[in-house]
């Protein structure tokens, strides 16, 4: 339970730093006289620093009552003063930004609105309709937020505040703008990550039918270079010079939910094609076409189960976030289909002996808790009339492994795969299945698998079939000379989406948003696309398996 209980918890940590969520704020509270005073003392020293760092503190700002929330107000008319009429220009300085920090980031609604509109907040009023705008932006009320932000740019004409202001506003007009069949793109295109963006940009192109003659559609392109920032600046571009009524992209975790949210802001739908969880929690916009962890997690653990009916598992995981982020999905549905998870064991992603490992999974590393055990085994051994193997004279291998679990799952790439493999053959671990991702959807993973090449159930959106079927896998091949990877195939649905949606009639942004919600059975490159709840689209899972040496649907049990 202790590793169940981390793995959770590093689970919610992660989703926290990925989830928006619009929370009414309680009102401001000042400081009071008590939370002024220097730190109490214990036992000599004061709690939470060392002796060498405790000096005596005076603070300057005063410390009114805290009640009500005239009290937070007539605070910030003091800071207001102060930042005028105090001593020196430092404690000026201090003044004014301890001020503003309150406006921008503690005040409620009803504080804001009262510092907006008085004039006894001085300079503070243009950051409280700052504020008051920015808010109007997240609740989607863009009337509103154009109010407050005009309002910023006539109180404080040529500020830092009013022109960013303007910036907004002019972002807001041009998001007005559509031209209803153009498409924008936001992906790596140079750097490291670029071989991979340009097998995305080659099947949105074909989605859209670019490489038809005669094509109406057209694709802005926008380099992410990798970085979140230059993503953001590229949704801007897109809408305020290129007018897209839709954006597809980002492939990479870092910036997908840059775009996402800066997408969403501007009343932009987004496809993203990247894996990186709670992204469509952003906005209502925000809409995703990737083969996810949680796809993939309950088609196979619907196949071991339901199809094969195990019901204990081990799982061995890379310390990493991919497999960090499995595991916990796959113990999370073990659990809710009545299953249970008999065995734990992480390793580092630059592990390459896995003889430690395996035996901490299966037990036989932790001599001392089977001590009697090992001691009548090793005298059996001893006294043994049969020839001694090299191996079984090894004190390390006396101990018999425990095995109390049907499969193993290993979210981790087909190499690692293989070599863990060749350890549990190695430490007799005989008769369990080993279950894995679509990373294992590979033309070596056979030979990778060695003894449990028959023994391995795996997931992918693509199977041999597909290749034989998919009209759009023989005009990539006859366009570029080879077959096309998820990527492309991903990338190409979400341009046929886009365009057969506006080719239907969607010309404004926000209708395009309602039919890509209320998308149904939509014919996909490898079967029907359907949107979920989540604004997810649900991508076709085929459980795979090898047969004499090749990737061959899974058959049901007999």
Not at 38 to 51: D, E, F, I, V
Not at 289 to 303: D, E, P
Not at 360 to 371: F, H, K, S, W
Not at 440 to 456: E, M, P, S
Request: proline share 5%; net charge positive.
């Amino acid at each position: 339970m202790t590793m169940k209980f981390v793995l959770l918890l590093t689970a919610s940590v992660l989703a926290s730093c990925t989830t928006v969520a619009t929370k009414k704020r309680a009102p401001y509270r000042p400081p009071t006289a008590a939370s002024t005073k220097a730190a109490k003392n214990m036992a000599g020293m004061t709690a939470g620093r060392p002796p060498e760092q405790i000096q005596s503190q005076t603070l300057s700002l005063p410390p009114p009552p805290v009640a009500k929330t005239e009290d937070a107000l007539e605070y910030l008319k003091t800071l207001v003063t102060q930042s005028v009429q105090s001593a020196n220009k430092q404690e000026q300085e201090s003044a004014r930004l301890h001020a503003v920090d309150i406006v921008e980031n503690k005040l409620n609604d009803e504080q804001l609105e009262k510092v907006a509109d008085s004039s006894d907040f001085g300079f503070l009023r243009a950051h409280a309709m700052f504020r008051q705008g920015e808010m109007s932006l997240e609740n989607k009320d863009t009337s509103r937020a154009k109010k407050y932000f005009s309002s910023v740019i006539e109180f404080m004409p040529g500020s830092d505040q009013a022109l960013r202001a303007q910036d907004i506003l002019t972002q807001l007009e041009a998001s007005k703008n559509v031209s209803a069949q153009t498409v924008g793109v936001v992906l790596p295109l140079s750097g490291k990550n670029a071989p991979v963006g340009q097998r995305a940009l080659r099947g949105l192109e074909m989605g859209l039918g670019l490489h038809i003659p005669g094509s109406s559609f057209k694709l802005a392109i926008m380099d992410s270079e990798g970085n979140p920032d230059s993503a953001r600046r590229g949704v801007e571009r897109l809408v305020k010079e290129d007018n897209v009524i839709a954006i597809v992209g980002s492939l990479l975790s870092k910036t997908a939910p840059a775009v996402a949210a800066k997408s969403d802001e501007l009343g932009v739908p987004t496809i993203a094609l990247s894996q990186r969880s709670g992204l469509t929690e952003i906005g209502p916009s925000v809409f995703r076409n990737s083969l996810t962890s949680a796809m993939q997690v309950r088609a196979l653990v619907r196949t071991a189960m339901d199809d094969h009916g195990m019901k204990k598992f081990a799982i061995l995981y890379p310390n990493d976030a991919y497999g960090v982020e499995f595991t916990n999905i796959f113990w999370d549905e073990v659990l809710a289909r009545g299953g249970h998870i008999t065995a734990v064991q992480n390793y580092s992603t630059k592990e390459t002996d896995f003889r430690l490992v395996i035996q901490r999974l299966v037990g036989t590393y932790y001599g001392e808790a089977r001590q009697d055990e090992f001691s009548l085994r090793l005298k059996e051994l001893q006294h043994s009339d049969k020839k001694k193997s090299v191996r079984n004279s090894n004190l390390e291998n006396v101990l018999p492994p425990i095995a109390d679990f049907d499969a193993v799952f290993i979210p981790d790439s087909v190499k690692a795969m293989g070599q863990i493999s060749a350890m549990l053959s190695y430490n007799d671990v005989r008769n369990v299945k080993l279950l894995g991702t679509n990373l294992w959807n590979t033309k070596d993973v056979a030979r990778r698998a060695g003894n449990f090449a028959g023994n391995l159930i795996f997931v992918d959106s693509m199977s041999p079939a597909s290749h034989d079927k998919s009209r759009f896998i023989s005009e990539h091949k006859g366009l570029y000379n080879e077959e096309p990877s998820l990527i492309e195939i991903q990338a190409y649905d979400a341009g046929l989406i886009l365009r057969q949606l506006i080719a239907a009639g969607s010309s404004s942004r926000e209708d395009l948003t309602k039919r890509l919600t209320d998308l149904k059975r939509f014919p996909g490159t490898l079967g029907a696309l359907n949107m979920s709840a989540e604004r997810e689209i649900e991508r076709p899972v085929v459980a795979l398996t090898v047969d004499k040496g090749d990737v061959i649907p899974a058959k049901l049990r007999k």
